[in-house]
Protein backbone atom coordinates (compact mmCIF):
# COMPACT_ATOMS: atom_id res chain seq x y z
CA UNK A 1 0.00 0.00 0.00
CA UNK A 2 0.99 3.57 0.00
CA UNK A 3 2.82 5.21 2.57
CA UNK A 4 5.43 8.05 3.48
CA UNK A 5 8.39 7.71 5.95
CA UNK A 6 10.26 10.64 6.73
CA UNK A 7 12.96 11.51 9.38
CA UNK A 8 12.81 11.24 13.14
CA UNK A 9 13.09 13.89 14.90
CA UNK A 10 13.40 16.37 16.53
CA UNK A 11 16.22 18.04 14.56
CA UNK A 12 18.32 20.72 16.12
CA UNK A 13 19.86 23.39 14.22
CA UNK A 14 21.72 27.22 14.68
CA UNK A 15 19.84 29.58 13.16
CA UNK A 16 20.57 30.08 9.37
CA UNK A 17 22.09 26.57 9.23
CA UNK A 18 21.13 24.83 6.38
CA UNK A 19 17.92 22.32 6.50
CA UNK A 20 16.84 19.31 5.29
CA UNK A 21 14.26 16.88 6.37
CA UNK A 22 14.18 13.58 4.08
CA UNK A 23 11.17 12.38 3.27
CA UNK A 24 10.37 9.11 0.96
CA UNK A 25 7.16 7.51 -0.06
CA UNK A 26 5.86 4.64 -1.73
CA UNK A 27 2.96 4.50 -4.07
CA UNK A 28 1.07 3.26 -7.06
CA UNK A 29 0.68 5.66 -9.83
CA UNK A 30 1.37 9.13 -9.91
CA UNK A 31 0.58 10.78 -6.58
CA UNK A 32 0.94 14.54 -5.44
CA UNK A 33 3.42 15.49 -2.57
CA UNK A 34 3.00 18.13 0.10
CA UNK A 35 5.22 18.86 3.01
CA UNK A 36 2.70 20.65 5.75
CA UNK A 37 3.65 22.45 8.74
CA UNK A 38 2.45 22.42 11.98
CA UNK A 39 3.67 25.60 14.47
CA UNK A 40 2.59 25.05 18.32
CA UNK A 41 -0.43 25.50 19.60
CA UNK A 42 -2.14 25.34 16.32
CA UNK A 43 -3.21 23.18 13.12
CA UNK A 44 -1.47 22.13 10.35
CA UNK A 45 -0.73 24.44 7.17
CA UNK A 46 0.08 24.03 3.69
CA UNK A 47 3.49 24.73 3.00
CA UNK A 48 4.17 23.42 -0.61
CA UNK A 49 3.59 20.86 -2.95
CA UNK A 50 4.26 19.23 -6.30
CA UNK A 51 1.84 17.33 -8.62
CA UNK A 52 4.32 15.57 -11.13
CA UNK A 53 7.88 14.45 -11.39
CA UNK A 54 10.47 17.15 -11.44
CA UNK A 55 8.25 19.60 -10.10
CA UNK A 56 9.69 22.18 -7.19
CA UNK A 57 7.40 23.38 -4.59
CA UNK A 58 8.73 26.15 -2.86
CA UNK A 59 7.29 29.10 -0.50
CA UNK A 60 8.72 30.68 2.23
CA UNK A 61 12.38 29.83 1.64
CA UNK A 62 11.51 26.52 1.44
CA UNK A 63 11.59 24.13 -1.29
CA UNK A 64 11.15 20.34 -2.15
CA UNK A 65 11.81 18.34 -5.91
CA UNK A 66 9.54 15.62 -6.88
CA UNK A 67 11.89 12.93 -7.14
CA UNK A 68 9.93 9.98 -8.72
CA UNK A 69 13.34 8.25 -9.40
CA UNK A 70 14.39 7.98 -5.97
CA UNK A 71 10.72 8.14 -4.48
CA UNK A 72 11.58 10.99 -2.61
CA UNK A 73 10.59 14.88 -1.60
CA UNK A 74 13.15 16.01 0.65
CA UNK A 75 12.55 19.54 2.51
CA UNK A 76 15.20 22.20 2.08
CA UNK A 77 15.70 25.52 3.65
CA UNK A 78 19.23 27.26 2.74
CA UNK A 79 18.76 29.44 6.33
CA UNK A 80 16.44 28.53 8.96
CA UNK A 81 15.23 31.11 11.54
CA UNK A 82 13.93 30.61 14.75
CA UNK A 83 10.48 30.91 13.55
CA UNK A 84 10.43 27.74 11.71
CA UNK A 85 10.99 25.68 14.62
CA UNK A 86 7.42 23.48 13.97
CA UNK A 87 6.82 20.47 13.28
CA UNK A 88 6.99 19.39 9.42
CA UNK A 89 4.65 16.42 7.82
CA UNK A 90 5.31 15.00 4.29
CA UNK A 91 2.22 13.55 2.82
CA UNK A 92 1.34 11.90 -0.69
CA UNK A 93 -2.55 11.79 -2.03
CA UNK A 94 -4.28 8.53 -2.24
CA UNK A 95 -7.26 8.71 -3.86
CA UNK A 96 -9.00 11.65 -2.16
CA UNK A 97 -7.14 11.21 0.84
CA UNK A 98 -3.58 12.29 2.37
CA UNK A 99 -1.10 9.70 3.54
CA UNK A 100 1.10 10.99 6.13
CA UNK A 101 4.29 10.53 7.31
CA UNK A 102 4.50 10.72 11.06
CA UNK A 103 6.27 14.08 11.46
CA UNK A 104 9.64 15.71 12.31
CA UNK A 105 10.00 18.15 14.78
CA UNK A 106 12.33 21.26 13.95
CA UNK A 107 14.27 23.45 16.56
CA UNK A 108 16.29 26.13 15.97
CA UNK A 109 18.44 27.73 18.40
CA UNK A 110 19.39 31.28 18.04
CA UNK B 1 -14.17 34.13 12.45
CA UNK B 2 -12.49 33.20 9.35
CA UNK B 3 -10.69 29.64 8.18
CA UNK B 4 -11.17 26.72 10.52
CA UNK B 5 -12.26 26.97 13.61
CA UNK B 6 -12.57 24.23 16.93
CA UNK B 7 -14.36 24.38 19.94
CA UNK B 8 -13.52 23.44 22.99
CA UNK B 9 -9.39 23.95 22.52
CA UNK B 10 -8.79 21.46 25.36
CA UNK B 11 -11.34 18.89 26.71
CA UNK B 12 -10.75 16.54 29.86
CA UNK B 13 -13.43 14.29 30.50
CA UNK B 14 -13.94 10.93 32.15
CA UNK B 15 -14.65 7.47 30.75
CA UNK B 16 -18.16 7.54 31.68
CA UNK B 17 -18.71 11.42 30.50
CA UNK B 18 -20.99 12.34 26.59
CA UNK B 19 -19.27 14.57 25.11
CA UNK B 20 -18.57 16.43 21.64
CA UNK B 21 -16.48 18.66 20.00
CA UNK B 22 -17.75 21.22 17.17
CA UNK B 23 -16.15 22.26 14.08
CA UNK B 24 -16.81 24.86 11.54
CA UNK B 25 -15.72 26.48 8.39
CA UNK B 26 -16.12 29.62 7.18
CA UNK B 27 -14.41 29.11 4.03
CA UNK B 28 -17.68 28.02 1.71
CA UNK B 29 -16.18 24.44 1.43
CA UNK B 30 -18.10 21.54 0.74
CA UNK B 31 -15.94 18.43 2.33
CA UNK B 32 -14.92 18.18 5.88
CA UNK B 33 -13.03 15.52 7.89
CA UNK B 34 -11.73 14.87 10.84
CA UNK B 35 -8.49 13.55 12.12
CA UNK B 36 -6.67 12.29 15.28
CA UNK B 37 -3.13 13.09 15.80
CA UNK B 38 -1.10 11.14 18.56
CA UNK B 39 2.52 11.68 19.72
CA UNK B 40 4.94 10.15 17.07
CA UNK B 41 2.43 8.36 14.37
CA UNK B 42 1.14 9.74 11.61
CA UNK B 43 -2.34 11.37 11.25
CA UNK B 44 -5.23 9.41 11.22
CA UNK B 45 -7.97 10.23 9.44
CA UNK B 46 -11.61 9.32 11.35
CA UNK B 47 -14.58 10.66 9.13
CA UNK B 48 -14.85 12.66 5.68
CA UNK B 49 -18.46 14.02 4.60
CA UNK B 50 -18.59 15.59 1.46
CA UNK B 51 -22.38 17.84 1.06
CA UNK B 52 -23.16 16.51 4.32
CA UNK B 53 -23.21 12.53 3.51
CA UNK B 54 -20.56 10.48 5.11
CA UNK B 55 -18.38 9.16 2.53
CA UNK B 56 -15.10 7.32 4.61
CA UNK B 57 -15.18 5.88 8.11
CA UNK B 58 -11.96 4.55 8.49
CA UNK B 59 -12.70 1.91 10.90
CA UNK B 60 -13.27 4.00 14.15
CA UNK B 61 -14.97 2.79 17.26
CA UNK B 62 -18.77 3.66 17.65
CA UNK B 63 -17.66 5.42 20.97
CA UNK B 64 -16.70 7.79 18.12
CA UNK B 65 -20.26 9.34 16.16
CA UNK B 66 -19.84 11.96 13.74
CA UNK B 67 -22.38 14.46 12.69
CA UNK B 68 -22.93 16.84 9.80
CA UNK B 69 -25.88 18.84 9.65
CA UNK B 70 -24.52 21.39 7.21
CA UNK B 71 -22.02 22.08 4.95
CA UNK B 72 -20.41 24.38 7.26
CA UNK B 73 -20.57 22.35 10.94
CA UNK B 74 -18.97 19.07 11.96
CA UNK B 75 -19.40 17.34 15.27
CA UNK B 76 -17.32 14.53 16.79
CA UNK B 77 -19.69 13.23 19.33
CA UNK B 78 -17.81 11.14 22.07
CA UNK B 79 -18.77 8.65 24.97
CA UNK B 80 -17.37 5.93 26.87
CA UNK B 81 -13.66 6.46 25.78
CA UNK B 82 -10.98 5.09 26.71
CA UNK B 83 -7.44 6.50 27.87
CA UNK B 84 -5.53 5.61 24.71
CA UNK B 85 -8.55 8.14 22.70
CA UNK B 86 -6.10 10.81 24.18
CA UNK B 87 -4.95 13.07 21.53
CA UNK B 88 -5.12 15.98 19.02
CA UNK B 89 -8.48 16.14 17.23
CA UNK B 90 -8.37 18.13 14.06
CA UNK B 91 -10.51 18.96 11.69
CA UNK B 92 -10.10 19.92 8.37
CA UNK B 93 -12.34 21.06 5.45
CA UNK B 94 -11.81 21.30 1.65
CA UNK B 95 -13.70 22.82 -1.85
CA UNK B 96 -14.71 19.76 -2.42
CA UNK B 97 -14.61 15.96 -2.67
CA UNK B 98 -13.69 14.58 -6.44
CA UNK B 99 -13.19 11.58 -6.02
CA UNK B 100 -10.39 8.83 -7.36
CA UNK B 101 -7.02 10.23 -8.55
CA UNK B 102 -8.05 13.92 -7.75
CA UNK B 103 -7.00 15.82 -4.45
CA UNK B 104 -8.20 19.30 -2.93
CA UNK B 105 -6.22 21.19 -0.27
CA UNK B 106 -7.27 20.41 3.37
CA UNK B 107 -7.15 23.52 5.63
CA UNK B 108 -7.13 22.42 9.48
CA UNK B 109 -8.45 24.04 12.37
CA UNK B 110 -6.18 24.53 15.37
CA UNK B 111 -7.38 21.20 17.00
CA UNK B 112 -9.09 20.14 20.36
CA UNK B 113 -6.46 18.63 22.95
CA UNK B 114 -8.74 15.27 24.92
CA UNK B 115 -7.85 14.10 27.45
CA UNK B 116 -9.29 11.07 28.95
CA UNK B 117 -8.95 9.88 32.97
Known amino acids: GNSVTQMEGPVTLSEEAFLTINCTYTATGYPSLFWYVQYPGEGLQLLLK???ADDKGSNKGFEATYRKETTSFHLEKGSVQVSDSAVYFCALSSNYQLIWGAGTKLIIKP | ETGVTQTPRHLVMGMTNKKSLKCEQH?????MYWYKQSAKKPLELMFV???????ENNSVPSRFSPECPNSSHLFLHLHTLQPEDSALYLC????????????????FGPGTRLTVL
Open chain 2, 49 to 55: YSLEERV
Open chain 1, 50 to 52: ATK
Open chain 2, 92 to 107: ASSQGYSGPSSYNEQF
Open chain 2, 27 to 31: LGHNA
